[in-house]
């Protein structure tokens, strides 16, 4: 398995609350990516990172940010949650542009 | 703008029979193409993919899929379903272009009873 770690593994919380989700990796990949997993949509792209500090948006970015100021960390911030963002949130990687990514084992985060 | 449509959210095969999962997706050029696993509670593990060369690309857990381009399809087929299948399937594209987005499909449970 590769070496990603999401923390916390659970977590709830009240609207208008800032949360963070981190993603740390032991395998040194350049690429690092945030998904959300609702029910009937699959995964869907929110923030990936090509390199330390260096991130884009993807197809559901807005009402998140993310930062990367180190190769083996990607954070995930949630700066004011809402309920439409209680999902499930999961972190990828990959070592090259277009090869296979690798998923952490998610985190479940219910917006109360 | 990229798509990828799986035929079925839930599909349900008895021990022993062929597993068919079918996944077709809508692309200018052909893609890479993905089929996850997830078991519950888990996150995504690869079972498969095509990049280039032969068609059909054997996976893991004795699964295998089919990239045929005129259908613009990649299903995914097991000759013998066993419970430890019981699972969700995606289905996957990643544009040859730009970096590594994977679109994903809704998913495909799949139900395996004795």
């Known amino acids: 398995d590769a070496g990603i770690t999401q923390s916390p593994r659970h977590k709830v919380t009240e609207t208008g609350t800032p949360v963070t989700l981190r993603c740390h990796q032991t395998?040194?990949?350049?690429?690092m990516y945030w998904y959300r997993q609702d029910p009937g949509h699959g995964l869907r792209l929110i923030h990936y990172?090509?390199?330390?500090?260096?991130?884009d948006k993807g197809e559901v970015s807005d009402g998140y940010s993310v930062s990367r100021s180190k190769t083996e960390d990607f954070l995930l911030t949630l700066e004011s949650a809402t309920s439409s963002q209680t999902s499930v949130y999961f972190c990828?990687?990959?070592?090259?542009?277009?090869?296979?990514?690798?998923f952490g084992p998610g985190t479940r985060l219910t917006v109360l | 703008a990229q798509s990828v449509t799986q035929l079925g959210s839930h599909v349900s095969v008895s021990e022993g029979a062929l597993v068919l999962l079918r996944c077709n997706y809508s692309?200018?050029?052909?893609?890479?193409l993905f089929w996850y696993v997830q078991y519950p509670n888990q996150g995504l593990q690869l079972l498969l993919k095509y990049t280039t060369g032969a068609t059909l690309v054997k996976g893991i857990n004795g699964f295998e899929a089919e990239f045929k381009k005129s259908e613009t399809s990649f299903h995914l087929t097991k000759p013998s379903a066993h419970m430890s299948d019981a699972a969700e399937y995606f289905c996957a594209v990643s544009d040859r272009g730009g970096y590594n987005k994977l679109i994903f499909g809704a998913g495909t449970r799949l139900a395996v009873h004795p």
């Open positions: 395998e040194n990949h350049r690429y």
């Open positions: 692309s200018s050029v052909p893609p890479y």
């Open positions: 990172s090509y390199g330390v500090k260096d991130t």
């Open positions: 990828a990687i990959s070592e090259r542009e277009r090869d296979t990514q690798y």
